[in-house]
């Protein structure tokens, strides 16, 4: 059974940084792309970013390019998501997520990822 467990969420000023990591068990982790998303209150849930099987290829919102940084440490089947320059709209529940299909291409729909963590919650206090 595929189990996505986040971790390393928290509350911080804006400006800030913050990592935040997805463990994943239940069977060979580098052979899915992965994403992140996320949550605000009142909110659909978006699309953050989202990286290859083997990390060569990555996706990002518009508006965390250029201050999140999406890797992966396939020997330790853990997902990472670093957000630096943190921003109070960056507030939400953040999610990662694996497709159920050995698929090694990312992509940025939700309906690409079959498989969710339980959510870790990110406050940024302006």
């Known amino acids: 059974q595929v189990q996505l467990v986040e971790s390393g969420g928290g509350l911080v000023q804006a400006g800030g940084s913050l990592r935040l990591s997805c463990a994943a068990s239940?069977?060979?982790?580098?052979?899915?792309?992965m994403g992140w998303f996320r949550q605000a209150p009142g909110k659909e849930r978006e699309f953050v970013s989202a990286?290859?099987?083997?990390?060569?290829?990555?996706y990002y919102l518009d508006s965390v390019k250029d201050r999140f940084i999406i890797s992966r440490d396939n020997a330790k089947n853990t997902l990472y998501l670093k957000m630096n320059s943190l921003k109070p709209e960056d507030t939400a529940v953040y999610y990662c997520?694996?497709?159920?299909?050995?698929?090694?291409?990312?992509?940025?729909?939700?309906?690409?990822?079959?498989?969710w963590g339980q959510g870790t919650q990110v406050t940024v206090s302006s």
């Open positions: 239940g069977r060979t982790f580098g052979n899915y792309a």
């Open positions: 997520a694996a497709p159920k299909s050995p698929y090694c291409s990312a992509t940025i729909n939700q309906k690409g990822y079959d498989y």
């Open positions: 990286i290859s099987c083997l990390g060569g290829t990555t």
